[in-house]
């Protein structure tokens, strides 16, 4: 069968429908998964195929999600945690962060705890407060996690299903904005779930766009405002570079700076604030890394150094083309 | 008019249950009737098994304070006085039972087999954990207070889906038991963990030691009420038993426990004890609280009282006094000696196990460290004109 054109929800709903498949073990557990599926329909139709032992309806407190998921993968299972929004991913952030991130190594490795916690992320749909925010950078400031993020559906089936067979805690960031944006997703092949092919794959960034004159990465819901400004910008004779990092934690710099070797230039692109977010941290390691090469300083274009406003703010607030160009042009002209 | 709210009960009167009083006589616990198969089963053998063990662990606790006093250990959490309240609910486990200890279950661990000295290197600070959690279905400690209270309840619901209980078949079914104390009480995760267990009938016994003090904070700050009265709110049988005396609490525990294996869900125990020792040695008790207190507990202590009442009963003579001596004598020096031989590895060790599969943030880390530990072998080599 060939590649059909799936929206991104839709898409990790096919991934999460695979591995449960694939493995017994897996199960998933949230607020209102079961019959309505998700806020987004994400899991849309797994409790009436798979029952309510492994899509499981839970009371609504997001630590006891995360942190009964914990038991669970004690016990032997897989469990898939749905945290409605990142905005109500605190009351879990110390079972994420003392807890599931620490097991291991408190364990000298004896304990393995296999717990993805997936959510959507990210503004742009004009939701209340509280529905809209970026807060992987929390993340993966915590040794133990790894933190992903698809940008395309394609990812989506993929990524979500080599989460769930990584042995590692997993956050898997959806970005909401892109929920409904279709691409191809082949479901007949299988993705490479073994360890290399996480490495290469879930953790691996990738060059959507060939350029030669700046490098933009970014991932999740900037990596297709990346694109349309490199369209925009290749009008205007300037060629982008366009990076999806997918991974933030493990963060593929070789990728990126086998990019600025070329370009010299580096803009990087996320909702999340730019203070102490993702983009300070590519931006240092890329200098250290290309000093020589760079010919501009490292931009980063993303959040203001405010909680996220109101929704009539967003289209300022975000990251969108403009400001993505406005970047571009400073670095060509520093 | 009166205030129809002040007419509402908010303090229901507790029973605790009991089996032996603080002299070691055998009484009867008004409502205790249900508990009288589990009395039952309390032969001299086990009496006698459980007054060694509180020895032993007794005999352990007091070696570990003093290595930490003489600065072997960077820090100890004493059990001393809750040695009933462990022992007695420990012996009610099997071995297929699996149990998330608070951090001072001391008591727990020896009874589960386990060699207490595995605990020391956590507190030595020679490597966090310290032991194989499957070798005696006994978790880590937990530092994060009631944190564990989840994942107790999540392993429950893994159990419900192996099928592993209401089976029947006893070498099938199991239970959890989740251990916390008085303060622990009051987190979240504890009573999130109470939601989620009630919610799922998970097959869980929260066995709440109330040592009277979280740290410096009397029990009664964080309830008004004896705790035992906070799992009806939930949905959870509770009870309330004199953790001193660990014929009661191997009595209530046995019962919760078949009633989590059986697939009747899960019970909350508060054992009401007390801390005789400081809250780790880092505390000082005398700032917060009186000693005739420290005194009127230590008239119920509950190694005392389980001696009485052998003596009494005529079970036990002076031989078997002295060889448990002997034997709690033994094992303090296993425990020093232990303790002295536990070493951390090299310091390259902390990169390990930070993921399962590599990642190569660490590996880059690890790198860089190793690069620059060998700089200063090669600098003190050049020093030492090579000679080093």
Redesign the interface.
């Known amino acids: 069968m060939s590649a059909v054109a799936t929206p991104l929800a839709r898409a990790i709903n096919a991934g999460l429908r695979a591995a449960m498949d694939r493995d017994d073990s897996v199960l998933l557990m949230g607020e209102d998964i079961g019959p309505l599926g998700g806020v987004f329909r994400v899991t849309d139709g797994l409790q009436e195929t798979f029952g309510e032992d492994r899509v499981v309806d839970t009371p609504l407190a997001e630590s006891g999600i995360v942190g009964t998921a914990i038991g669970l993968a004690f016990a032997g299972y897989r469990p898939v945690c749905e945290i409605q929004f990142e905005g109500f991913v605190f009351p879990a952030f110390d079972q994420i962060t003392t807890q599931l991130a620490k097991l291991s190594y408190r364990s000298q490795g004896g304990l393995s705890v296999p717990v993805v916690v997936r959510m959507p992320y990210g503004g742009g749909i004009g939701a209340i407060e509280h529905h809209s925010e970026s807060p992987e950078a929390y993340f993966a400031h915590t040794a133990g996690l790894r933190v992903v993020s698809p940008a395309t559906a394609a990812d989506g089936y993929t990524m979500i299903q080599q989460a769930i067979a990584s042995p590692d805690p997993v956050i898997f960031l959806e970005p909401k904005s892109r929920y409904w944006d279709k691409a191809e997703v082949d479901e007949a092949t299988a993705p490479d779930l073994s360890e290399a092919g996480l490495t290469t794959g879930l953790h691996a960034a990738r060059t959507v766009r060939r350029g030669g004159d700046v490098t933009v990465a970014g991932y999740g819901p900037t990596v297709k405002t990346m694109l349309a400004a490199a369209e925009v910008a290749a009008g205007e004779g300037t060629e982008l570079e366009v990076i999806d990092l997918r991974s933030i934690s493990p963060l593929d710099v070789d990728t990126v700076a086998a990019s600025v070797e070329r370009t010299g230039r580096l803009v990087v692109v996320h909702e999340a604030p730019v203070f102490f977010g993702p983009g300070a941290e590519l931006a240092a390691r890329i200098t250290e890394r290309c000093f020589y090469h760079l010919e501009a300083p490292v931009l980063r274009v993303g959040g203001y150094h405010t909680p996220y406003p109101a929704s009539k703010h967003e289209e300022h607030y975000l990251p969108g083309l403009d400001r993505v160009l406005d970047a571009v042009d400073r670095t060509l002209t520093y | 008019m009166p205030d129809p709210l002040t007419t509402l009960e908010t303090a229901a009167d507790v029973t605790m249950f009991q089996v032996l009083d603080a002299e070691g006589r055998r009484r009867e616990s008004p409502g205790g009737e249900p508990f009288a198969p589990y009395v039952a089963e309390l032969t001299d053998d086990l009496v006698r098994a459980m007054y060694r063990d509180m020895v032993l662990t007794r005999a352990f606790d007091a070696q570990a304070t003093s290595l930490q006093r003489q600065g072997e250990l960077g820090l100890w959490a004493p059990s001393l006085g809750q040695e009933g309240a462990q022992i007695g609910s420990a012996h009610a486990l099997r071995r297929r039972d699996y149990v998330f200890p608070s951090y001072r279950e001391h008591g727990v661990a020896h009874v589960r087999g386990m060699d207490l000295s595995l605990i020391l290197p956590l507190f030595r600070g020679t490597?966090?954990?310290g032991w194989?959690?499957?070798t005696h279905n006994f978790?880590?400690y937990s530092i994060?207070i009631g944190?564990h209270?989840?994942?107790?309840?999540?392993?429950?619901?893994?159990?419900?889906?192996?099928g592993d209980v209401g089976t029947g078949e006893t070498d099938r079914d199991r239970a959890v038991v989740c251990y916390f104390g008085d303060g622990a009480s009051s987190q979240?995760?504890v009573n999130?963990?109470l939601?989620?267990a009630a919610?799922t009938a998970a097959p869980v016994v929260f066995f709440v030691q109330n040592n009277q003090w979280a740290i410096s904070v009397p029990a009664a700050t964080q309830s008004p009420v004896a705790l035992a009265q906070r799992g009806s709110g939930f949905g959870i049988p509770s009870v309330s038993v004199d953790g001193n005396d660990p014929l009661a609490c191997y009595a209530v525990s046995r019962a919760a426990l078949d009633r989590a294996r059986s697939g009747g869900g899960p019970t909350f125990i508060e054992a009401v004890t007390y801390r005789m020792g400081a809250h780790t040695t880092s505390d000082d008790p005398s700032r917060y609280r009186a000693s005739e207190e420290e005194e009127r507990w230590a008239a119920k202590d509950p190694i005392s009282r389980v001696r009485r009442h052998l003596e009494a009963e005529g079970v036990a003579d002076q031989e078997f006094f002295a060889a448990v001596d002997h034997d709690a004598d033994e094992l303090a020096t296993f425990t020093r000696d232990r303790c002295r031989a536990f070493a951390a590895g090299g310091a390259v060790e902390m990169f390990?196990?930070?993921?399962?599969?590599?990642?190569?943030?660490?590996a880059a880390d690890r790198e860089e460290f190793v690069a620059f530990e060998n700089g200063f072998a090669d600098a003190d080599a050049d020093a030492t004109g090579g000679a080093a």
């Open positions: 490597q966090h954990g194989n959690v499957h978790h880590l994060v944190s209270a989840l994942h107790a309840v999540g392993y429950g619901m893994g159990i419900q889906r192996d979240g995760d999130e963990a939601v989620f919610s390990d196990h930070v993921y399962q599969a590599p990642h190569p943030l660490v």
